[in-house]
């Protein structure tokens, strides 16, 4: 499974957040785009339609057990996708920006 530390991550950088509604709403990093796990097949196209062509797919959760099944579906699926360790836990105690649908500050459920 292919992964990346949040240390390795750019401004910029796509990122799709898989974890649940109430663990979205406590907060999330600002730019990522949110498809719950639980409805991901259905919701698959705003994927294609919203990653980048030619560019890596960052997958995160709370942890990162339902991101690296995420990214490993991608993977087969052919689009460069990469699971992040430690998910939305670490990203929180690397001090970055973590924010409700508002913009206020949020934290991780």
């Known amino acids: 499974m292919p992964t990346v530390e949040v240390s390795d991550l750019k401004d910029g950088d796509f990122l799709l957040d898989v ?32 990653a980048p062509q030619d560019g890596r797919v960052h997958v995160i959760c709370r942890s990162g057990g339902r991101s690296a099944q995420v990214a490993m579906y991608l993977v087969q699926q052919g689009i460069d996708a990469v ?27």
């Open 19 to 50: 974890r649940e509604d109430d663990e979205w709403q406590a907060g999330h990093a600002e730019a990522a785009l949110h498809i719950p796990i639980s409805d991901f097949v259905a919701r698959y196209g705003e994927l294609t339609e919203a």
């Open 83 to 109: 699971n992040v360790d430690g998910g939305m836990q670490v990203w929180a105690a690397a001090g970055r920006p973590v924010v409700t649908d508002e913009g206020q500050p949020g934290f991780v459920l």
